[in-house]
């Protein structure tokens, strides 16, 4: 009974697997595959504005590897050759570092029909054409406009006695961590962009360490520290401000008179991949007026290309608008990328004390 | 007989072989390793101690680590007392309390602290209320946090290594301690003590090894400026990609637990009176 039983569920079984597999033998043969390594995050609105449509146009199938920028980018170092990603996405610094390790190959940027209608800091932001800034992030401060009185307009405010021990920076091994450093230099009358000048902002590392909770190393611990009251005042970055403004403090945006921070984010092509037109079409895709206008109105990303144009209050949720992209600072990811063991060990030391 | 017992306990022991030996050893081995040559070096080793940093996080990790292990110890033996000598039919009852918190994610568990530690948590309005204070006063972010939630953590692991050694000393030996004079007191230390030293040395290395190598609660309630071994084992592996510097902390957090565990074997109290 019980063998005659089996026999037949193992029938049913491969009566159902069959069709199948030979359904996807079939299929390879028309449509082929592209690997897309990215961060995971709204993804049905990204299948919605990119997969389906770019799926259908180029008879291929999308298969996306997620996870955080170190994740991955251990991942991809640990594979080496036999990985089998062919598109990365990845914040500025972490593109650096995949370039530094030699992960990425040369963008033919000729191959890009939207290329022209990019902004210029999207065009090239890795430099040797290895990468194209398809968002922008910024990093910028809000503060809780209930409780601080006098209005915050700089990054030295940071350092106002009347906001101390209710400040927040984001921590030094994050993507905007080298930041705190950038723009204090600025606040002390530096260049924030002239490595000569950045000692400068160290020298007022104790003193913001003083004015500090604790420091956060995600947008959610961010978001927490808001509503538990702990913090008033903080550097933000821009994909974080919807939820922000959910949280039902009152808070208050500000573009400092020094500038805001801007991170490109950026899309490879892997070293090695055997799908470069498809990587190419994906990329041209991905960066055209109609998609980055889709992706903003559906608040997924702020838009490189300039050709976007988005209603006033989307436009107040990204980064976007001339006074905005006018105002970023691209911080130098190369030279940070040398820096960074150095600066964390020195931002420990300040920070334990 | 014995071929049969060496053959029961062969998967258990290829398990924990394949399973923990072999992944500790290669974490060892790395650990010596140049990462750029491949070379035998001890400068994992040697930028470890001397950097300020890791000193200063060591000495917390450990300092923390006593702390939480001791305050356990003392809340929990005369629980443990009570415990031990109840009717059986209570006990079973009291200890399933006793595990409660054990049963909760722990995340859950840590966020709970959160609400009551906050600037608008229970403690600070509660002492509000009562003018006791003028503003919030900040309890969170602070090593205090730490070893509150730690020691609400593993007091159920310190309070079960003591009943279950508790529980196997005859009532009789006290009163006879009592009868020859003894007062409550020594009785107590002199006689429950010395005999539940079993249940006291697995309770001191459970709740020690877990605090140095606790990373929720002191993510959650410390901060990231609160670091401590665990923490800066996630910055070194996860943030500043130095694989060898995180099986350095990994090794030293090891090594560090197996010496405390052998530290309270050679320190347990003795029975005085016996052999």
Request: aromatic fraction near 8%.
């Amino acid at each position: 009974m019980n063998v005659k039983r089996s026999t037949s569920l193992l029938t049913l079984v491969m009566l159902l697997i069959i069709p199948l597999i030979s359904v996807q033998l079939s299929a390879q043969e028309e449509t082929r595959t592209l690997v897309v390594s990215t961060f995971g995050f709204n993804q049905d609105l990204i299948d919605k504005n990119i997969t389906e449509p770019f799926e259908e146009m180029y008879n291929v199938d999308i298969i996306y590897e997620s996870g955080n920028n170190s994740e991955r980018l251990a991942r991809l170092e640990a594979m080496g050759e036999n990985t089998e990603v062919d598109v990365i996405h990845f914040a500025g610094a972490y593109a650096t570092r995949a370039k530094v390790l030699g992960l990425l190959q040369e963008i033919d940027v000729d191959a890009l029909e939207n290329y022209d209608e990019l902004y210029e800091f999207a065009q090239d932001p890795l430099g040797d054409h290895m990468g194209i800034g398809h968002a922008i992030n910024s990093h910028a401060l809000v503060y809780r406009s209930d409780l601080i009185e006098e209005p915050i307009t700089s990054w030295a405010d940071l350092l106002r006695e009347d906001v101390a021990g209710f400040v927040s920076v984001p921590e030094m091994s994050t993507t905007f961590g080298p930041a705190n450093i950038i723009m204090l230099t600025a606040a002390a009358g530096g260049d924030p962009l002239d490595p000569e000048d950045w000692e400068m902002g160290w020298e007022l590392v104790p003193d913001l360490a003083d004015q500090l909770v604790t420091t956060y190393t995600r947008s959610s611990e961010l978001i927490a520290l808001y509503q538990q009251e702990e913090v008033w005042f903080s550097p933000y970055s821009s994909f974080a401000r919807g939820n922000l403004m959910e949280t039902g403090v009152e808070l208050e945006f500000v573009i400092p008179e020094e500038g805001v921070v801007g991170d490109p984010i950026v899309v490879s092509i892997v070293n090695g991949t055997e799908n470069e037109d498809l990587a190419l079409a994906y990329i041209d895709f991905i960066i055209s007026e109609e998609v980055q206008e889709a992706e903003a109105l559906d608040l997924v990303d702020s838009p490189t290309n300039m050709n976007v144009e988005v209603p006033e209050d989307i436009a107040q949720l990204l980064t976007y608008g001339e006074e905005t992209i006018d105002s970023l600072i691209f911080m130098d990811q190369e030279a940070l990328n040398e820096l960074l063991d150095e600066w964390l060990e020195r931002w420990n030391e300040i920070m334990l004390q | 007989m014995r071929r049969t017992v060496s053959i029961l306990v062969l998967p258990a022991l290829l398990f924990i072989f394949i399973f923990f030996v072999l992944p500790i050893l290669f974490l060892l081995a790395q650990s010596f390793l140049d990462p750029e040559t491949g070379q035998l070096t001890l400068t994992g080793y040697i930028d470890f101690f001397q950097k300020e940093t890791s000193q200063i996080i060591y000495v917390r990790t450990l300092r923390l680590g006593l702390t939480i292990t001791l305050i356990n110890i003392v809340l929990a033996y005369p629980a443990s007392y009570v415990l031990a000598r109840m009717p059986a039919r209570r006990r079973t009852m009291a200890m399933s309390l006793v595990i409660l918190p054990l049963m909760t994610n722990p995340v859950a568990r840590t966020y709970a602290w959160l609400i009551i530690l906050g600037r608008t948590g229970l403690i600070n309005n509660t002492l509000l209320g009562l003018g006791l204070i003028e503003r919030p006063e900040r309890l969170i972010y602070t090593e205090g946090a730490i070893i509150l939630g730690l020691t609400q953590l593993f007091l159920p692991l310190m309070i079960l290594s003591l009943v279950s050694a508790m529980e196997n000393i005859p009532k009789d030996v006290e009163q006879a301690a009592r009868s020859l004079g003894a007062n409550g007191i020594t009785a107590f230390l002199r006689v429950i003590v010395p005999l539940s030293a079993d249940g006291l040395v697995l309770g001191a290395t459970l709740v020690f090894t877990g605090s140095i190598t606790a990373y929720v609660t002191p993510v959650i309630l410390g901060g990231n400026r609160m670091l401590m071994l665990s923490t800066l084992l996630r910055q070194r592996s996860m943030m500043a990609f130095d694989e060898q510097g995180a099986t350095v902390v990994a090794v030293v957090m090891i090594v560090t637990a197996l010496a405390v565990n052998l530290i309270v074997r050679m320190l347990r109290p003795k029975p005085t009176a016996q052999r």
